[in-house]
């Protein structure tokens, strides 16, 4: 197990999440030493739902996040958590923030939708659940069907067996530090 305890991670998530999108990436690097904290819009307790009783409670909200404290961002998907947090301009403003500081975001399943709504698909080569594939080349993505896609540290998979694939990838890109997006800065 390769240690990652000086790594800060955000991952931001509401109600409707896709269970193990968040869990096991969760444990995946707080094993590994990671500090790992939840972001959401309140600090009530949030469920997976789809009839699923497993809850967890926020670390902080989302306007109390500052991406400086972190150096990656993960996005689970599920179908409502995704098209609630596109929604949320505090949220969208967080993951834009994440991308122009040139920080590793991890997104699987749906969570692209929240790239798209942040301007951070265009001419960037992802995956995602197959569902949303035409939203994702409609805002600029080159799409392919693969388990993990990785372009300029933007890590996108596909579905729950993609999961270990997708947390070794983003330790992996974690481990290589910030990356150039000057040309995100550029566009704005």
């Given at each position: 197990?390769?240690?990652?305890?000086n790594?800060n991670i955000l991952?931001l998530a509401?109600?409707g999440?896709?269970?193990?999108?968040?869990?096991?990436?969760l444990?995946?690097?707080?094993?590994?030493?990671a500090t790992?904290?939840l972001?959401?819009?309140?600090?009530?307790?949030?469920?997976?739902?789809?009839?699923?009783?497993r809850?967890i409670?926020?670390?902080l909200?989302?306007?109390?996040?500052?991406?400086?404290d972190?150096?990656?961002?993960i996005?689970p998907?599920?179908?409502v958590?995704?098209?609630?947090l596109?929604?949320?301009?505090?949220?969208?403003?967080?993951?834009r923030?994440?991308g122009?500081?040139?920080?590793t975001i991890?997104?699987?399943?749906h969570g692209?939708?929240?790239?798209?709504?942040?301007?951070?698909?265009?001419?960037?080569?992802?995956?995602?659940?197959?569902s949303?594939?035409?939203?994702l080349?409609?805002?600029?993505?080159?799409?392919?069907?693969?388990e993990?896609?990785?372009d300029?540290?933007i890590?996108?998979s596909?579905?729950?067996?993609d999961?270990?694939?997708?947390?070794?990838?983003?330790?992996e890109?974690i481990?290589?530090?910030?990356h150039?997006r000057?040309?995100l800065?550029?566009?704005?």
């Open positions: 197990m390769s240690n990652l305890n790594s991952i509401t109600n999440f896709q269970e193990d999108e968040l869990f096991e990436p444990s995946y690097f707080r094993d590994r030493d790992v904290h972001a959401s819009p309140e600090l009530n307790e949030i469920s997976a739902g789809e009839g699923d009783d809850r409670k926020p670390d909200k989302l306007e109390d996040v500052n991406v400086s972190y150096d990656a961002l996005l998907g599920g179908l958590n995704p098209d609630t596109r929604q949320n301009d505090r949220a969208i403003s967080l993951i923030d994440f122009e500081q040139g920080k991890g997104a699987i399943c692209p939708w929240l790239l798209a709504e942040a301007g951070l698909t265009k001419g960037r080569e992802m995956t995602s659940y197959p949303i594939k035409t939203d080349e409609n805002a600029g993505a080159r799409w392919t069907d693969s993990v896609v990785c300029n540290a890590v996108t596909r579905k729950p067996a999961i270990p694939a997708f947390c070794n990838k983003i330790a890109e481990r290589e530090g910030d150039d000057e040309h800065k550029r566009a704005a």
